[in-house]
């Protein structure tokens, strides 16, 4: 056995051999399992809330027992069902850092590959979407409360304004029935003139 190269001093293990590229028939099964992949994905979107749930118990089970890609897709796929009840951002994302950065095969280029990282790409859009909705709803109370607050003032703008426009008019009522007092009070001292 030949000892390992030595560069600056410490030793290196040499790097294994790439592995072989698939076969044809390797790449048509491939091709198949993540054709079938889809029409799975497809079929159980579909299903009734408690048929679904049970698609994902049966699957969930089968990969705690087989952990391999194709059933780690599976349950992917079931996950990313919109609107399922069993729904875990969490574990769906954790299962698809796995599949992806898992060559399936030992091909970085299979289509099982390709597909989990398109889903890893579409799972990480709906988290950030999923995060920008929440920070808007958060920001909701703070933009209301904000909002109260220059309705407030302004209100309080409008009551000082009311309230000087009412001085105004005591101030007019003032003067016009004093004015009117003026007018009745030179009335009644003037003698009526009579034309001649």
Avoid: C, H, W
């Amino acid at each position: 056995m030949k000892p390992a190269p030595v560069i600056d001093g410490s030793p290196t293990t040499p790097t294994p051999p790439p592995p072989p590229p698939p076969t044809p028939s390797e790449i048509a099964q491939n091709n198949q399992e993540a054709v079938d992949l889809l029409g799975y994905f497809q079929r159980v979107a579909v299903l009734p809330p408690d048929d679904l749930r049970k698609e994902y118990t049966a699957v969930n089970a089968a990969f705690q027992r087989d952990k391999s890609d194709l059933q780690r897709l599976r349950l992917v796929l079931l996950l990313s069902v919109p609107g399922a009840s069993f729904r875990d951002d969490a574990k769906l994302s954790g299962l698809l850092e796995t599949a992806g950065s898992r060559p399936g095969n030992g091909d970085a280029n299979s289509p099982q590959r390709q597909l989990a990282l398109l889903l890893q790409k579409l799972n990480g859009e709906r988290m950030r979407q999923v995060r920008e909705e929440q920070k808007r709803v958060e920001l909701l109370p703070r933009d209301d409360a904000k909002r109260v607050e220059e309705l407030n003032t302004q209100n309080k703008k409008l009551e000082g304004q009311l309230a000087d426009e009412k001085r105004r008019s005591d101030e007019l009522q003032k003067k016009l029935d004093a004015l009117l007092t003026i007018e009745r009070d030179l009335r009644s001292r003037s003698p009526q003139r009579r034309p001649n």
